[in-house]
Protein backbone atom coordinates (compact mmCIF):
# COMPACT_ATOMS: atom_id res chain seq x y z
CA UNK A 1 0.00 0.00 0.00
CA UNK A 2 1.20 3.06 -1.04
CA UNK A 3 2.02 5.90 1.62
CA UNK A 4 3.89 9.28 2.02
CA UNK A 5 6.78 6.85 3.43
CA UNK A 6 7.11 6.31 0.07
CA UNK A 7 9.64 8.04 -1.64
CA UNK A 8 8.31 8.53 -5.00
CA UNK A 9 5.22 9.49 -3.69
CA UNK A 10 6.56 12.07 -0.96
CA UNK A 11 8.56 13.64 -3.56
CA UNK A 12 5.47 13.61 -5.95
CA UNK A 13 3.05 15.02 -3.44
CA UNK A 14 5.43 17.47 -2.04
CA UNK A 15 6.66 18.77 -5.08
CA UNK A 16 3.41 19.38 -6.16
CA UNK A 17 2.15 21.23 -2.92
CA UNK A 18 5.12 23.53 -2.83
CA UNK A 19 4.66 24.32 -6.61
CA UNK A 20 0.87 25.29 -5.81
CA UNK A 21 2.21 27.08 -2.76
CA UNK A 22 4.62 29.10 -4.96
CA UNK A 23 1.91 30.38 -7.37
CA UNK A 24 -0.42 31.39 -4.59
CA UNK A 25 1.81 33.57 -2.65
CA UNK A 26 3.56 35.28 -5.85
CA UNK A 27 2.27 38.78 -4.62
CA UNK A 28 4.75 37.96 -1.90
CA UNK A 29 7.53 37.47 -3.76
CA UNK A 30 6.80 38.39 -7.00
CA UNK A 31 9.17 41.51 -7.32
CA UNK A 32 12.03 39.09 -6.99
CA UNK A 33 10.80 35.47 -8.84
CA UNK A 34 8.70 36.92 -11.77
CA UNK A 35 9.88 36.36 -15.05
CA UNK A 36 8.50 39.21 -17.21
CA UNK A 37 7.85 38.68 -21.07
CA UNK A 38 10.72 40.57 -22.66
CA UNK A 39 13.45 38.70 -23.35
CA UNK A 40 14.99 36.25 -26.82
CA UNK A 41 13.42 32.99 -25.42
CA UNK A 42 10.20 34.31 -23.80
CA UNK A 43 7.26 32.39 -24.64
CA UNK A 44 5.11 32.83 -22.14
CA UNK A 45 2.48 35.68 -22.28
CA UNK A 46 1.92 37.16 -18.72
CA UNK A 47 4.65 37.35 -15.68
CA UNK A 48 5.16 33.77 -14.45
CA UNK A 49 7.01 33.19 -11.09
CA UNK A 50 10.98 31.10 -12.09
CA UNK A 51 11.42 29.74 -8.77
CA UNK A 52 10.08 26.42 -9.18
CA UNK A 53 13.31 25.14 -8.57
CA UNK A 54 12.37 25.60 -4.85
CA UNK A 55 9.68 23.37 -4.83
CA UNK A 56 12.31 20.71 -7.12
CA UNK A 57 14.89 20.76 -4.09
CA UNK A 58 11.75 20.51 -1.42
CA UNK A 59 10.57 17.27 -3.17
CA UNK A 60 13.70 15.84 -3.38
CA UNK A 61 14.76 16.43 0.37
CA UNK A 62 11.03 14.72 0.94
CA UNK A 63 12.06 11.88 -0.87
CA UNK A 64 15.31 11.64 0.95
CA UNK A 65 13.35 11.90 4.25
CA UNK A 66 11.41 8.65 3.50
CA UNK A 67 13.96 6.24 1.51
CA UNK A 68 15.79 3.51 2.60
CA UNK A 69 18.95 3.36 4.43
CA UNK A 70 20.81 2.61 1.27
CA UNK A 71 18.79 4.93 -1.25
CA UNK A 72 19.52 8.08 1.34
CA UNK A 73 23.30 7.05 1.35
CA UNK A 74 23.22 8.15 -2.61
CA UNK A 75 20.94 10.58 -2.24
CA UNK A 76 22.79 12.28 0.63
CA UNK A 77 25.28 13.18 -1.31
CA UNK A 78 23.97 14.03 -4.83
CA UNK A 79 21.95 16.52 -2.91
CA UNK A 80 25.07 18.26 -0.85
CA UNK A 81 26.62 18.10 -4.32
CA UNK A 82 24.03 19.76 -6.48
CA UNK A 83 23.94 22.52 -3.91
CA UNK A 84 26.51 24.97 -5.93
CA UNK A 85 24.92 24.28 -9.27
CA UNK A 86 21.20 24.89 -7.87
CA UNK A 87 22.35 28.19 -5.85
CA UNK A 88 23.96 29.99 -9.06
CA UNK A 89 20.97 28.87 -11.04
CA UNK A 90 18.01 30.61 -7.98
CA UNK A 91 20.23 33.27 -7.82
CA UNK A 92 19.96 34.02 -11.35
CA UNK A 93 16.14 33.41 -11.21
CA UNK A 94 16.11 35.93 -8.41
CA UNK A 95 18.63 38.65 -9.57
CA UNK A 96 18.90 37.79 -13.38
CA UNK A 97 22.31 38.88 -12.89
CA UNK A 98 24.37 35.93 -12.86
CA UNK A 99 26.50 35.37 -15.65
CA UNK A 100 26.64 32.20 -17.80
CA UNK A 101 30.28 31.54 -17.29
CA UNK A 102 29.44 31.56 -13.22
CA UNK A 103 26.82 28.93 -13.94
CA UNK A 104 28.28 26.89 -16.17
CA UNK A 105 31.46 26.57 -13.63
CA UNK A 106 28.91 25.70 -10.67
CA UNK A 107 27.30 23.31 -12.50
CA UNK A 108 31.34 21.89 -12.82
CA UNK A 109 31.81 22.53 -9.44
CA UNK A 110 28.69 20.15 -8.25
CA UNK A 111 29.92 17.56 -10.84
CA UNK A 112 33.84 17.78 -8.86
CA UNK A 113 31.55 17.48 -5.54
CA UNK A 114 29.76 14.35 -6.54
CA UNK A 115 33.47 12.77 -7.80
CA UNK A 116 34.69 13.64 -4.14
CA UNK A 117 32.00 12.96 -1.98
CA UNK A 118 30.92 9.86 -3.87
CA UNK A 119 34.97 8.79 -4.50
CA UNK A 120 33.98 7.76 -7.99
CA UNK A 121 34.68 9.44 -11.33
CA UNK A 122 33.56 8.52 -14.93
CA UNK A 123 35.82 5.41 -16.44
CA UNK A 124 33.24 3.15 -17.95
CA UNK A 125 32.67 4.76 -21.21
CA UNK A 126 32.61 1.67 -23.35
CA UNK A 127 35.89 2.89 -25.28
CA UNK A 128 38.79 0.90 -24.39
CA UNK A 129 41.39 3.75 -25.37
CA UNK A 130 39.43 6.67 -23.39
CA UNK A 131 38.82 4.29 -20.31
CA UNK A 132 42.44 3.86 -19.98
CA UNK A 133 42.84 7.95 -20.24
CA UNK A 134 40.12 8.13 -17.55
CA UNK A 135 42.40 5.72 -15.24
CA UNK A 136 44.70 8.89 -14.41
CA UNK A 137 42.38 10.77 -11.57
CA UNK A 138 42.96 14.12 -12.74
CA UNK A 139 41.79 13.89 -16.16
CA UNK A 140 38.79 11.51 -15.25
CA UNK A 141 37.64 14.95 -12.86
CA UNK A 142 37.63 16.83 -15.23
CA UNK A 143 35.77 14.34 -17.67
CA UNK A 144 33.11 13.90 -15.41
CA UNK A 145 32.97 17.58 -14.09
CA UNK A 146 32.21 18.55 -18.40
CA UNK A 147 29.76 15.74 -18.34
CA UNK A 148 27.77 16.47 -15.72
CA UNK A 149 27.80 20.17 -16.71
CA UNK A 150 26.92 19.44 -19.95
CA UNK A 151 23.84 17.27 -19.31
CA UNK A 152 22.85 19.94 -16.66
CA UNK A 153 22.56 23.22 -19.02
CA UNK A 154 20.95 20.67 -21.46
CA UNK A 155 18.19 19.99 -19.56
CA UNK A 156 18.12 24.39 -19.19
CA UNK A 157 18.03 25.22 -22.68
CA UNK A 158 15.18 22.48 -23.44
CA UNK A 159 13.59 24.67 -20.77
CA UNK A 160 11.24 26.51 -23.45
CA UNK A 161 8.18 25.56 -23.55
CA UNK A 162 5.39 24.47 -20.38
CA UNK A 163 6.41 20.74 -19.09
CA UNK A 164 9.37 20.12 -21.77
CA UNK A 165 11.87 19.94 -19.75
CA UNK A 166 10.03 18.40 -16.65
CA UNK A 167 8.52 15.96 -18.95
CA UNK A 168 11.89 15.00 -20.45
CA UNK A 169 13.45 14.89 -17.18
CA UNK A 170 10.58 12.28 -16.18
CA UNK A 171 11.31 9.94 -19.15
CA UNK A 172 15.01 9.95 -19.18
CA UNK A 173 14.97 9.08 -15.09
CA UNK A 174 12.18 6.96 -15.41
CA UNK A 175 14.14 5.02 -17.96
CA UNK A 176 17.10 5.01 -16.03
CA UNK A 177 14.82 3.31 -13.35
CA UNK A 178 13.58 0.68 -15.22
CA UNK A 179 17.42 -0.11 -16.29
CA UNK A 180 18.64 -0.23 -12.69
CA UNK A 181 15.29 -2.31 -11.65
CA UNK A 182 16.57 -4.82 -14.84
CA UNK A 183 20.52 -4.79 -12.84
CA UNK A 184 18.63 -5.63 -9.45
CA UNK A 185 19.24 -1.98 -8.34
CA UNK A 186 16.54 -1.15 -6.23
CA UNK A 187 18.44 2.18 -4.56
CA UNK A 188 19.20 3.75 -7.23
CA UNK A 189 15.84 2.56 -9.13
CA UNK A 190 14.05 4.56 -6.57
CA UNK A 191 16.53 7.40 -6.61
CA UNK A 192 15.59 7.67 -10.29
CA UNK A 193 11.99 6.96 -9.82
CA UNK A 194 11.88 10.08 -6.89
CA UNK A 195 13.55 12.00 -9.60
CA UNK A 196 10.91 11.03 -12.41
CA UNK A 197 8.16 11.83 -9.69
CA UNK A 198 9.56 15.47 -8.45
CA UNK A 199 9.63 16.57 -11.99
CA UNK A 200 5.59 15.18 -12.24
CA UNK A 201 5.12 16.80 -9.05
CA UNK A 202 6.30 20.16 -10.77
CA UNK A 203 4.61 19.39 -13.81
CA UNK A 204 1.02 19.52 -12.28
CA UNK A 205 1.59 22.65 -11.55
CA UNK A 206 3.36 23.83 -14.64
CA UNK A 207 1.84 21.78 -17.60
CA UNK A 208 -0.16 23.16 -19.34
CA UNK A 209 -0.82 26.19 -17.84
CA UNK A 210 2.42 27.47 -17.74
CA UNK A 211 1.71 28.71 -13.60
CA UNK A 212 4.85 28.27 -12.20
CA UNK A 213 8.19 27.96 -14.40
CA UNK A 214 11.39 25.76 -13.52
CA UNK A 215 13.80 28.74 -13.81
CA UNK A 216 17.56 28.17 -13.81
CA UNK A 217 17.80 26.50 -10.13
CA UNK A 218 15.38 23.86 -10.69
CA UNK A 219 16.33 22.82 -14.31
CA UNK A 220 20.01 22.73 -12.87
CA UNK A 221 19.15 20.58 -10.49
CA UNK A 222 16.73 18.17 -12.05
CA UNK A 223 19.61 18.28 -14.39
CA UNK A 224 22.57 17.65 -12.10
CA UNK A 225 20.63 14.76 -10.56
CA UNK A 226 19.74 13.23 -13.84
CA UNK A 227 23.44 13.47 -14.88
CA UNK A 228 25.23 12.00 -11.84
CA UNK A 229 22.67 9.18 -12.20
CA UNK A 230 23.41 8.48 -16.06
CA UNK A 231 27.39 8.35 -14.42
CA UNK A 232 26.43 5.94 -11.42
CA UNK A 233 24.68 3.57 -13.23
CA UNK A 234 27.38 2.57 -15.67
CA UNK A 235 29.64 2.80 -12.93
CA UNK A 236 27.93 0.34 -10.70
CA UNK A 237 27.34 -2.14 -13.21
CA UNK A 238 30.40 -2.82 -15.32
CA UNK A 239 28.16 -4.99 -17.53
CA UNK A 240 26.47 -1.96 -19.33
CA UNK A 241 28.38 1.32 -20.66
CA UNK A 242 28.05 4.75 -20.60
CA UNK A 243 26.35 4.48 -24.03
CA UNK A 244 23.16 3.09 -22.30
CA UNK A 245 22.74 6.14 -20.43
CA UNK A 246 23.95 8.51 -23.42
CA UNK A 247 21.39 7.20 -25.12
CA UNK A 248 18.43 7.59 -22.95
CA UNK A 249 20.05 11.14 -22.23
CA UNK A 250 19.86 11.88 -26.50
CA UNK A 251 17.91 14.68 -26.46
CA UNK A 252 18.68 16.81 -24.00
CA UNK A 253 22.30 16.30 -25.03
CA UNK A 254 21.92 16.56 -28.84
CA UNK A 255 19.99 19.46 -28.64
CA UNK A 256 22.91 21.73 -26.44
CA UNK A 257 25.41 19.52 -28.88
CA UNK A 258 23.66 21.22 -32.03
CA UNK A 259 22.91 24.98 -30.58
CA UNK A 260 26.84 25.31 -29.71
CA UNK A 261 27.72 24.28 -33.10
CA UNK A 262 25.13 26.38 -34.79
CA UNK A 263 26.10 29.63 -32.78
CA UNK A 264 29.33 28.95 -33.60
CA UNK A 265 28.74 29.30 -37.17
CA UNK A 266 26.76 32.35 -36.47
CA UNK A 267 29.36 35.68 -36.62
CA UNK A 268 29.31 38.01 -34.33
CA UNK A 269 27.66 35.21 -31.70
CA UNK A 270 28.37 33.81 -28.65
CA UNK A 271 28.01 29.91 -28.14
CA UNK A 272 26.22 30.87 -24.41
CA UNK A 273 23.89 33.57 -26.24
CA UNK A 274 20.14 32.52 -26.34
CA UNK A 275 18.52 32.27 -29.00
CA UNK A 276 14.93 31.32 -30.51
CA UNK A 277 16.40 28.65 -33.08
CA UNK A 278 15.87 25.69 -31.04
CA UNK A 279 14.38 22.55 -32.11
CA UNK A 280 11.39 22.98 -30.30
CA UNK A 281 10.95 26.58 -31.29
CA UNK A 282 10.57 25.72 -34.85
CA UNK A 283 8.04 22.88 -33.75
CA UNK A 284 5.86 25.96 -32.43
CA UNK A 285 6.30 28.19 -34.95
CA UNK A 286 6.39 25.86 -38.26
CA UNK A 287 3.96 22.94 -36.93
CA UNK A 288 1.84 24.11 -33.69
CA UNK A 289 0.88 27.34 -34.83
CA UNK A 290 -0.11 25.96 -38.28
CA UNK A 291 -2.22 23.49 -37.24
CA UNK A 292 -3.73 25.11 -34.29
CA UNK A 293 -4.55 28.73 -35.69
CA UNK A 294 -7.44 29.73 -32.90
CA UNK A 295 -5.59 27.87 -30.13
CA UNK A 296 -4.93 30.15 -27.29
CA UNK A 297 -1.00 30.19 -26.98
CA UNK A 298 -0.70 28.66 -23.63
CA UNK A 299 -2.70 25.51 -25.31
CA UNK A 300 0.08 25.91 -28.00
CA UNK A 301 3.23 26.05 -25.72
CA UNK A 302 2.18 23.22 -24.40
CA UNK A 303 1.05 21.24 -27.47
CA UNK A 304 4.91 21.95 -28.52
CA UNK A 305 6.01 19.99 -25.42
CA UNK A 306 3.88 17.08 -25.72
CA UNK A 307 5.35 16.89 -29.84
CA UNK A 308 9.03 16.94 -28.59
CA UNK A 309 8.39 14.54 -25.54
CA UNK A 310 8.24 11.84 -28.79
CA UNK A 311 12.10 12.83 -29.38
CA UNK A 312 12.95 11.86 -25.64
CA UNK A 313 10.66 8.79 -25.16
CA UNK A 314 12.68 6.81 -28.61
CA UNK A 315 15.48 6.92 -27.41
CA UNK A 316 14.98 6.17 -23.79
CA UNK A 317 12.78 3.20 -24.88
CA UNK A 318 15.69 2.48 -27.09
CA UNK A 319 18.25 2.33 -24.86
CA UNK A 320 16.25 0.23 -22.06
CA UNK A 321 15.82 -2.50 -24.95
CA UNK A 322 19.36 -2.71 -25.97
CA UNK A 323 21.17 -1.65 -22.76
CA UNK A 324 24.11 -4.55 -22.63
CA UNK A 325 24.39 -4.19 -26.76
CA UNK A 326 26.92 -1.69 -26.87
CA UNK A 327 26.77 -2.00 -31.19
CA UNK A 328 23.06 -1.58 -30.65
CA UNK A 329 23.25 1.49 -28.79
CA UNK A 330 25.66 3.40 -30.60
CA UNK A 331 23.37 2.94 -33.80
CA UNK A 332 20.47 3.87 -31.45
CA UNK A 333 22.58 7.06 -30.93
CA UNK A 334 23.30 7.48 -34.89
CA UNK A 335 20.14 7.47 -35.77
CA UNK A 336 18.79 9.79 -32.53
CA UNK A 337 21.47 12.26 -34.36
CA UNK A 338 20.54 11.23 -37.80
CA UNK A 339 16.70 11.91 -36.98
CA UNK A 340 16.85 15.29 -34.83
CA UNK A 341 19.20 16.35 -37.65
CA UNK A 342 16.15 15.59 -40.57
CA UNK A 343 13.46 17.32 -38.67
CA UNK A 344 15.37 20.13 -37.93
CA UNK A 345 16.26 20.63 -41.52
CA UNK A 346 12.52 19.72 -42.50
CA UNK A 347 11.44 22.70 -40.78
CA UNK A 348 14.42 25.28 -41.39
CA UNK A 349 15.17 24.56 -45.22
CA UNK A 350 11.98 22.65 -45.97
CA UNK A 351 13.98 19.47 -47.12
CA UNK A 352 14.97 16.57 -45.13
CA UNK A 353 18.91 16.73 -45.70
CA UNK A 354 20.92 20.13 -44.86
CA UNK A 355 22.04 22.30 -47.96
CA UNK A 356 26.05 23.81 -47.92
CA UNK A 357 24.44 27.29 -46.48
CA UNK A 358 21.95 25.43 -44.14
CA UNK A 359 23.71 27.33 -41.14
CA UNK A 360 23.83 30.59 -42.60
CA UNK A 361 19.96 30.23 -44.33
CA UNK A 362 18.81 28.96 -40.41
CA UNK A 363 20.28 32.20 -39.35
CA UNK A 364 18.35 34.39 -41.38
CA UNK A 365 15.13 32.52 -40.60
CA UNK A 366 15.21 33.05 -37.01
CA UNK A 367 15.87 36.72 -37.57
Known amino acids: MLTLSNPGLAAFVTTSLASLLLV????????????????????????????GGVAVALGLLASYATATAETKSILAYILLAGIPAFSAGLLEDLTKKISVQFR?????????????????TMQNTGLPPLDWLLGFVPLALVFTAFAVSGVANAINIIDGFNGLAAGSVAIISGALGV??????????????????????GFGLINWPSGRLFLGDGGAYL?????AWLAILLPMRHPEINAWATLLACAYPVLEVAFSVLRRRKREGHHPGEPDKAHLHHFIHRRLVRRFTPV????????????????FAVLPAAW?????????????????SALGYTAVYARLTQFAWCFGALTLRRETRLTA
Open 24 to 51: LTQRWHGSLSMDLTQGVQKMHTRPTPRI
Open 319 to 335: AVLFMQDTRMLCLGLIL
Open 179 to 200: MALSLNDQAVALVCFSLAAVAL
Open 104 to 120: LLATMVSGLLACYLANM
Open 222 to 226: LGFVL
Open 295 to 310: AATTWRNSITSMICWV
